[in-house]
Nanobody, 115 residues
Framework: QVQLVESGGGLVQAGGSLRLSCAAS????????MGWYRQAPGNQRELVAT???????SYSDSVKGRFTISRDNTKNMVSLQMNSLKPEDTAVYYC?????????WGQGTQVTVSS
C-alpha cells in the first residue's frame, strides 16, 4: 500500500523556521517528481515546491528564496525547509508524488504562522 506521511508542522512566529518531512512507503519513489503543495482556508491547493528525480527544483514565486526542497532517495523521503515564515504561509501542507501514470497525496500537516 502506497503511503505518504507528512510531519513537522506546527505553530511558529513570523520570521521563524519549520522543517516538514514526508516519508513515502509502498514502493520506490526514486523516479517520481516529489513536491509540496499547500491549501489555506477558502483557497485552492497551490504548488509550493517540486523536485524531479534528477534533482531539478521549482518554487512558487511566493516562497522562492525562503523555502528549500530536498529529497533522500535512500530513505524515500522528501523535506521542505521553511525559513523567514510569514502569516500568509499559514496553510495545510501536502506531500505529493507524481510519476507518468500515478499521483499520490499525503494527509497534510498544518502550518500556522502567527504575526
Amino acid at each position: 500500500q502506497v503511503q505518504l506521511v507528512e510531519s513537522g508542522g506546527g505553530l511558529v512566529q513570523a520570521g521563524g523556521s519549520l522543517r516538514l518531512s514526508c516519508a513515502a512507503s509502498g514502493r520506490s519513489f526514486n523516479n517520481d517528481r516529489m513536491g509540496w503543495y499547500r491549501q489555506a482556508p477558502g483557497n485552492q491547493r497551490e504548488l509550493v515546491a517540486t523536485m524531479t528525480s534528477g534533482g531539478s527544483t521549482s518554487y512558487s514565486d511566493s516562497v522562492k528564496g525562503r523555502f528549500t526542497i530536498s529529497r533522500d532517495n535512500t530513505k524515500n523521503m522528501v523535506s521542505l525547509q521553511m525559513n523567514s515564515l510569514k502569516p500568509e504561509d499559514t496553510a495545510v501542507y501536502y506531500c505529493n508524488a507524481r510519476s507518468f501514470a500515478q499521483m499520490y497525496w499525503g494527509q497534510g500537516t498544518q502550518v500556522t504562522v502567527s504575526s
